[in-house]
């Protein structure tokens, strides 16, 4: 990168860091609960983690008598390293001009509230674009973790980063399950017995069992409509309250029959985020694999991980830091140009990987989610 110049719109620090203090990370998108935000101060993380294993109990001692000693066991330990994620826009030279153009109207009639908010949106609507598309990619980060257990690199989410090797989180093979009856079987499928068998796998590990189980719309949509669960839940009810038991499943009915039998608690994602090819066309993609049921012990199925990244020394441009990331305003003349950018160190990672589950709904083995 070259010389950066100051902004040509007239902008300072204090208004920037405003603008994106105002930006609440994560609003409507899943990863906000799902992978919280965790500073590191290393860009190597190395995660130990030491509530896998059930709680062992305090023993009952004598007055005036040691308390006995406990073993310290290290489990569930990976290596994990911090990458850097970026998204920039520029206002070209007509852009510019307009802006110019447009400060002169508001100049010369001040009432003009329409062209005075005009120019404000102008000089602000590239800090939102790059807040929004940093927050995008985070959701596909940390959503395709959440849903496969690993990140795999595809060309449709991560364009030239295809290639990049997977990010493989550890978990054991026998916590990846296939559906009994793949889900869209209507008839003979029963994605609560799935759910069920979940469960007992951590079980016999003699691990915290999964207490949720997070599934895309599409899978509960499945869900709902079989035969198999409908019957339960409609049961359920009718020997609960005597309700009329004729109407559609829905989330509150089922996820009170999960309690009544001590099942995970269903939680529903259905999030979509644009992502926008080289050239230029945008689409929007599920980050969350829609076959996937990942069961939980806690809503929260990990953290992203991040730290700052340093401030560029002798520019005139302004930085900010916002909640994981830099925003960086900055100008050139040759061309004319005006360029928002915003960068992250950052890195969405597992937690409680041994009492996960992940269930393909659609395949009778886990075949890698597909």
């Not at 860009?43 to 509530?51: C, R, S, Y």
């Not at 102008?122 to 959701?139: G, L, S």
């Not at 257990?149 to 916590?175: Q, Y």
């Not at 409509?225 to 109407?247: C, N, T």
Request: a negative charge; hydrophobic letters at 40%; charged letters at 25%.
């Amino acid at each position: 990168m070259g010389q950066m110049n100051a902004p040509l719109f007239e902008l300072d620090k204090p208004s920037v860091q405003a603008e994106v203090n105002s930006y609440k990370p994560g609003l409507g998108l899943a990863w906000a609960t799902l992978f919280p935000l965790k500073y590191t101060a290393k860009f190597d993380l190395k995660t130990i983690e030491g509530n896998d294993g059930l709680p062992i109990s305090a023993d009952r001692v004598a007055f005036n008598t040691r308390a006995p000693k406990k073993t310290r066991k290290k489990v569930g330990s990976f290596n994990l390293q911090l990458g850097k994620i970026a998204v920039s826009r520029d206002k070209d030279e007509m852009e510019i001009n307009d802006y110019n153009d447009l400060k002169v109207i508001a100049a010369a009639n001040t009432e003009d509230k329409a062209a005075a908010q005009e120019l404000v949106n102008i000089v602000y609507d590239d800090v939102k674009f790059v807040n929004t598309a940093m927050d995008a990619r985070v959701e596909i980060e940390a959503l395709t973790i959440g849903s496969l257990g690993k990140r795999v690199f595809s060309t449709k989410l991560d364009g030239d980063m295809a290639e990049s090797e997977e990010i493989n989180f550890n978990i054991p093979e026998t916590n990846f399950l296939g559906a009994t009856v793949k889900w869209d079987n209507l008839t003979t499928a029963d994605g609560i017995e799935d759910i069920k068998k979940g469960v007992k796998v951590v079980q016999k590990q003699g691990l915290p069992k999964p207490r949720y189980a997070i599934m895309e719309q599409k899978a509960f949509d499945l869900l709902c409509s079989q035969q198999k669960v409908i019957k339960k839940v409609a049961s359920a009810l009718v020997k609960a309250a005597g309700l009329d038991a004729s109407g559609d499943v829905t989330l509150a009915t089922i996820n009170a029959y999960m309690a009544t039998h001590g099942l995970p608690t269903i939680l529903v994602i259905d999030s979509s985020v644009i992502v926008e090819g080289k050239d230029g066309s945008q689409e929007y993609v599920k980050a969350w694999n829609e076959n996937s049921v990942v069961l939980s012990v806690e809503p929260r199925l990990g953290y992203t991980y991040w730290k700052p990244v340093p401030m560029v020394q002798n520019t005139d441009a302004v930085q900010v830091y916002g909640p994981y990331y830099k925003t960086t305003i900055y100008s050139d003349v040759n061309p004319m140009v005006e360029t928002t950018m915003a960068e992250a160190y950052m890195q969405p990672g597992l937690t409680n990987r041994k009492s996960m589950v992940f269930i393909n709904a659609m395949n009778t083995t886990w075949n890698d989610g597909e």
